[in-house]
């Protein structure tokens, strides 16, 4: 019964990581050409994508790479750019079975990333690992796979329609906010507050020096604060397999 259960989540979350996957492939084409422009090769492009998972993160880790700094500048910048990771991560141990598997944990952390997390986050109930994993294993090989061909073959595509396959990114976080939004009358104040919020700390950048991962940061702390404070979610009963 566990194992058919398992495989249901797990085929849920494949469909739902396919469109996922996609734009991750047209993201991650125009960061292979990134890469390949500051000399790395196809596969070492590949190794970062499979090892980060992080778009931000890894256009940053180019930009140093770029200016000739070393590794503690770079460690540096990595770590506040995906200090949002931690967040997500804390969320989503709320989320799961109290006594789930630690290696279960390990991997659902592994595969983190902004738009995983907004599909595992809105998962009725209690998440089951085995969704993460499926949404994972396409959304993943897309990320992989488009920064590899991006490195390879990238310089052959015109410089405005390798830009434009970035646009897709933001396809992707409107495919993810909207629906849990019409359902949800909080989430719907929340997301374009939270968009105003942003907007708002980008423009005052030159007076209020934060990073982006630190604007980020900020953001999520306080605003997902305010939220919980002002509508607590009620504690639902365990649904997922514990192992």
């Known amino acids: 019964m566990k194992k058919r259960e398992n495989k249901t989540w797990f085929l849920k979350g494949m469909r739902h990581g396919v469109p996922i ?11 292979g050409i990134a ?20 778009s931000a993160g890894e256009f940053a880790v ?10 503690l500048e770079m460690a540096v910048t990595e770590l506040v750019i995906n200090l949002r990771y931690l967040l997500m991560s804390c969320a989503l141990s709320q989320k799961v079975p109290e006594k789930l598997w630690y290696p279960h944990r390990f991997f ?7 738009e995983i997390f907004g599909i595992s986050s809105t998962v009725q109930g209690r998440l089951n690992p085995w969704y993460t994993y499926g949404a994972a294993c396409v959304a993943s090989p897309g990320w992989v796979a488009g920064t ?36 949800n009358k909080v989430i719907a104040i929340i997301v374009p507050a939270s968009m105003a919020a ?45 192992k």
């Not at 900020?218 to 939220?227: M, R």
């Open 35 to 54: 890469a390949k422009n500051v000399g790395l090769t196809a596969f070492q492009s590949a190794l970062m994508s499979f090892t980060l998972h992080a």
């Open 148 to 183: 590899f061909l991006g490195a390879l073959v990238g310089k052959v595509l015109p410089a405005n329609v390798a830009s434009a396959m970035g646009v897709a990114l933001y396809g992707m976080f409107l495919a993810i906010i909207i629906p849990p939004a019409k359902k």
């Open 198 to 242: 942003s907007g708002v700390l980008t423009l005052l950048s030159d007076v209020i020096r934060l990073s982006a991962g630190m604007r980020i940061l900020l953001l999520t702390v306080v605003i997902a604060g305010i939220a919980a404070y002002i509508h607590p979610i009620e504690e639902s009963g365990e649904s997922a397999d514990e």
């Open 108 to 114: 659902i952390s592994y595969f983190i990333t902004d």
């Open 21 to 31: 996957g996609l734009g991750y492939f047209a993201v991650a084409f125009t960061l």
């Open 62 to 71: 180019l930009t140093v790479i770029a200016s000739g700094a070393g590794y």
